[in-house]
């Protein structure tokens, strides 16, 4: 049904303030010998050990030990992400210096996706999150074989579902490449969409904390209370977190 619109005289005139950016950082190396090193490790490491079950449907989610891992390639990535954050970082504010950008730690993991595999909505709890594309199968020539890192728009601002019944389609998409990094805000709920290639797709994806650093949400805040108030039972769910792995 048709509605007119009201006359201007009642149609106050509109200022639209759009808050708030969401810095989602992509670098990019061609290296193709750093990531068939990597492709090795990780075969390697997957050959031995079972891996553990996060946020991953299907494929092998290393232990969060990626940062422990000796191998020159391995070394290597971790200090070219320390260096992508850096960059990032003093993007973002110019003023930082020395205290913030050395004494990042770091928990990253290694994912092996064969067909059929994905990633359930989530956010992680550091500071600042990142995925590295070790291989992405067949899926950067071919679009219909998913495979996307889907960012999820979590601010709750109503969308029109009459003729659009899609309520995340203001998420934004990303095709992975290999070679590409992106560093996110930890906080920043996202996915990943079913891979659909018959090649395995390797990343590696990282945390990154640091004590210079406050994360200002809600669920920061509870914790804190909740840490404040129960001590003792809040020691024991880390405590199981940590022996899960999760
Ligand atoms: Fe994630």
């Not at 750093?34 to 946020?55: F, K, T, Y």
Request: with cysteine; charged share 25%; proline share 9%.
């Amino acid at each position: 049904m048709a509605v007119a619109p009201l006359p201007s005289p009642v149609t106050p005139a509109l200022t639209l303030h759009p808050l708030y950016t969401v810095p989602v950082a992509e670098f990019r190396w061609a290296d193709p010998e750093l990531n068939r090193a990597l492709r090795e490790a990780i075969l390697a490491r997957q050959s031995q050990d079972p891996g553990v079950r996060v946020s991953n449907r299907g494929g092998w989610h290393s232990r969060k030990d990626f940062q422990d891992w000796q191998e020159p390639c391995a070394r290597e990535l971790r200090q070219r992400v320390l260096a992508a954050l850096n960059r990032l970082l003093l993007e973002l504010d110019p003023r930082l210096d020395g205290r913030h950008l050395s004494g990042w730690r770091m928990v990253a993991w290694a994912n092996v996706s064969p067909k059929g595999a994905a990633n359930a909505p989530h956010q992680h709890s550091s500071h600042w999150s990142g995925v590295y594309y070790v291989d992405c199968g067949e899926a950067s020539q071919r679009e219909e074989l998913g495979g996307e890192l889907v960012f999820e728009n979590d601010f709750g601002v109503p969308v029109e579902i009459l003729s659009h019944p899609d309520p995340y389609r203001t998420d934004r998409r990303f095709r992975p490449e290999a070679g590409k990094l992106y560093l996110f805000p930890s906080s920043l709920f996202h996915r990943v969409e079913p891979y659909g290639g018959d090649a395995l797709r390797m990343s590696i994806a990282f945390d990154l904390s640091h004590p210079g650093f406050a994360r200002p949400d809600r669920t920061e805040s509870r914790d804190n209370w909740r840490w404040k108030n129960f001590r003792g039972p809040m020691r024991a769910l880390r405590w199981l977190q940590e022996r899960l792995g999760i």
